[in-house]
């Protein structure tokens, strides 16, 4: 293989052809049109003097020179993204979290299992109600109410996230209500208005009126079901249900930080499953 001959470019897009096995989706995910990546292939394959892919109407399938070359490529790749973190960070790399106020606080009561045994990460949690933008990387890692429709995102689903009342034995029966843009604050508005005892801006405030004995708060039930004192004082709300997806960038997927993290982000958080 002539190295010098070789095109990073073209490297590139057999990347998305190796791992998405065709031209088509590869298409989608480079923003290049099927016709440029199967011509940049054939191109590829002359001047490095291999077949890479054998193919079918129903895609491209690699040869083994081309699963060797993905392994190769897949760790130069990561070597590239983390050509500006100094030698330290290199040993820990950072990786960009955002997640809502429940799932954040969820998170962080397990943050050793998610870091690993000795640490081999730095986590960066970014506690957002809104949708940060990860396609400019605002953040690595995503969670996210549904699953994502932009073609530059992966995402893997999670268990659903269920909405219940919870107080205190002793607590007045009136609502602790949230003021921020979140289904279950719209959700408080809509069916209490202002017939609250008190009014919050910050999500994690109203559990800790409701752990304090001062009125029902709106919880998600992997968060209300593990606090010691609080009950549920009423079925869950149906209309709050939802999926759950982790989102990252595809192309970020297959760096082995961020694989990692979202293999344990997954680990962790499935656990609520087994214990509501």
């Given at each position: 293989?002539?190295?010098?001959?070789?095109?990073?470019?073209?490297?590139?897009?057999?990347?998305?052809?190796?791992?998405?096995?065709?031209?088509?989706?590869?298409?989608?995910?480079?923003?290049?049109?099927?016709?440029?990546?199967?011509?940049?292939?054939?191109?590829?394959?002359?001047?490095?003097?291999?077949?890479?892919?054998?193919?079918?109407?129903?895609?491209?399938?690699?040869?083994?020179?081309?699963?060797?070359?993905?392994?190769?490529?897949?760790?130069?790749?990561?070597?590239?993204?983390?050509?500006?973190?100094?030698?330290?960070?290199?040993?820990?790399?950072?990786?960009?979290?955002?997640?809502?106020?429940?799932?954040?606080?969820?998170?962080?009561?397990?943050?050793?299992?998610?870091?690993?045994?000795?640490?081999?990460?730095?986590?960066?949690?970014?506690?957002?109600?809104?949708?940060?933008?990860?396609?400019?990387?605002?953040?690595?890692?995503?969670?996210?109410?549904?699953?994502?429709?932009?073609?530059?995102?992966?995402?893997?689903?999670?268990?659903?996230?269920?909405?219940?009342?919870?107080?205190?034995?002793?607590?007045?029966?009136?609502?602790?209500?949230?003021?921020?843009?979140?289904?279950?604050?719209?959700?408080?508005?809509?069916?209490?208005?202002?017939?609250?005892?008190?009014?919050?801006?910050?999500?994690?405030?109203?559990?800790?009126?409701?752990?304090?004995?001062?009125?029902?708060?709106?919880?998600?039930?992997?968060?209300?079901?593990?606090?010691?004192?609080?009950?549920?004082?009423?079925?869950?709300?149906?209309?709050?249900?939802?999926?759950?997806?982790?989102?990252?960038?595809?192309?970020?997927?297959?760096l082995p930080e961020v694989r990692r993290t979202i293999d344990r982000l997954y680990r962790a958080l499935e656990r609520r499953s087994q214990k509501t």
């Open positions: 293989m002539n190295e010098k001959n070789l095109d990073w470019s073209d490297l590139h897009l057999f990347l998305a052809v190796a791992r998405e096995g065709g031209l088509s989706p590869a298409a989608r995910t480079t923003g290049r049109s099927a016709a440029t990546i199967g011509r940049r292939m054939l191109a590829l394959e002359r001047s490095i003097g291999r077949e890479l892919f054998i193919r079918h109407d129903r895609g491209y399938e690699m040869t083994a020179d081309a699963r060797e070359l993905l392994n190769d490529l897949t760790e130069v790749e990561a070597r590239i993204n983390r050509l500006t973190i100094s030698r330290d960070q290199q040993e820990r790399p950072l990786v960009k979290v955002s997640a809502g106020t429940w799932t954040t606080l969820y998170l962080l009561e397990r943050i050793d299992d998610i870091m690993g045994t000795p640490a081999d990460i730095r986590l960066r949690f970014v506690s957002a109600e809104q949708v940060l933008d990860i396609p400019r990387r605002e953040v690595v890692i995503g969670f996210r109410n549904s699953r994502p429709t932009e073609d530059s995102l992966a995402g893997r689903k999670m268990s659903r996230v269920e909405f219940a009342p919870y107080t205190t034995v002793s607590a007045p029966e009136r609502w602790i209500k949230v003021v921020a843009d979140t289904p279950s604050a719209r959700w408080l508005d809509k069916m209490i208005g202002k017939d609250a005892i008190c009014e919050v801006n910050a999500p994690r405030n109203s559990l800790d009126l409701a752990l304090a004995g001062k009125g029902i708060a709106l919880l998600p039930t992997f968060i209300g079901d593990a606090q010691a004192g609080l009950h549920r004082s009423g079925v869950t709300i149906p209309e709050l249900a939802h999926d759950q997806w982790i989102v990252t960038h595809q192309d970020d997927r297959y």
